[in-house]
């Protein structure tokens, strides 16, 4: 269930919002390296990515958030932009959009906290970059939602809804597992956040008036 790009823009401008500062910040990174599809890690270091040995080591916390708005190639950009797109502008709808943003923000940075846990007890710590760990947390929030609250949407969108979004979480967590280039840490750390935001919120949720 996807909502028209038109009714979208004008219905729920926090999902674009957060999609054009990921994709400026793609770009001018871009511009920077000389490298449109794939600007690297020493740029991706540069420019705010969450990396143990500088947000634990040098108490850089502000990576947490930074990193959340940072995306290692132009595929890797699209398909966050893509499933934010898909799930957000919904939530928006359904949540208002302050609720929205501070569960994108905060449950992405359980994310992003969750990630840096994990790489800081590796022996050798990767970096870590994206929107997936926040669109995870959207994801567990929104399933969460359609679970307790039957009386939203039409019950045959609730069920296409729940389907879709568990065969999402599912996928890409089995892909997180079997490659070691994905970020599985701050996927379940958003998606368990979202989760537990979904239990907190549901029950006062009404469809916003936009």
Same mark, same amino acid.
């Given at each position: 269930?996807?909502?028209?790009?038109?009714?979208?823009?004008?219905?729920?401008?926090?999902?674009?919002?957060?999609?054009?500062?990921?994709?400026?910040?793609?770009?001018?990174?871009?511009?920077?390296?000389?490298?449109?599809?794939?600007?690297?890690?020493?740029?991706?270091?540069?420019?705010?990515?969450?990396?143990?040995?500088?947000?634990?080591g040098r108490g850089e916390l502000w990576r947490l958030?930074?990193?959340?708005?940072?995306?290692?190639?132009?595929?890797?950009?699209?398909?966050n932009m893509y499933s934010l797109y898909s799930v957000?502008?919904?939530?928006?709808?359904?949540?208002?959009?302050?609720?929205?943003?501070?569960?994108?923000?905060?449950?992405?940075?359980?994310?992003?906290?969750?990630?840096?846990?994990?790489?800081?007890?590796?022996?050798?710590?990767?970096?870590? &970059?994206?929107? =997936? !760990? #926040?669109? *995870?947390?959207?994801?567990?929030? +929104? /399933?969460?939602? @359609?679970?307790?609250?039957? %009386?939203?949407?039409?019950?045959?969108?609730?069920?296409? &809804?729940?389907? =879709? !979004? #568990?065969? *999402?979480?599912?996928?890409?967590? +089995? /892909?997180?597992? @079997?490659?070691?280039?994905? %970020?599985?840490?701050?996927?379940?750390?958003?998606?368990?956040?979202?989760?537990?935001?979904?239990?907190?919120?549901?029950?006062?949720?009404?469809?916003?008036?936009?």
């Amino acid at each position: 269930m996807e909502i028209p790009t038109v009714i979208a823009l004008r219905t729920s401008p926090v999902t674009f919002i957060l999609m054009a500062m990921s994709v400026a910040v793609y770009l001018l990174m871009a511009l920077q390296s000389g490298d449109l599809m794939s600007p690297g890690g020493r740029n991706l270091v540069a420019w705010g990515a969450n990396f143990a040995p500088l947000t634990l080591g040098r108490g850089e916390l502000w990576r947490l958030f930074t990193s959340m708005f940072l995306h290692g190639s132009l595929m890797h950009l699209a398909i966050n932009m893509y499933s934010l797109y898909s799930v957000g502008s919904m939530v928006e709808i359904l949540c208002g959009r302050k609720k929205y943003l501070a569960i994108y923000l905060l449950c992405g940075l359980a994310g992003s906290a969750a990630s840096v846990i994990f790489n800081a007890m590796r022996k050798y710590p990767g970096i870590s &970059i994206g929107a =997936s !760990g #926040a669109i *995870f947390a959207i994801y567990g929030f +929104f /399933l969460m939602l @359609m679970w307790l609250r039957k %009386d939203l949407i039409h019950p045959s969108a609730r069920r296409q &809804i729940l389907q =879709s !979004g #568990a065969f *999402f979480i599912a996928i890409n967590l +089995f /892909l997180g597992f @079997m490659s070691s280039g994905i %970020d599985n840490a701050a996927h379940l750390g958003g998606l368990v956040s979202g989760v537990f935001a979904g239990l907190l919120l549901a029950r006062g949720v009404r469809p916003a008036q936009h």
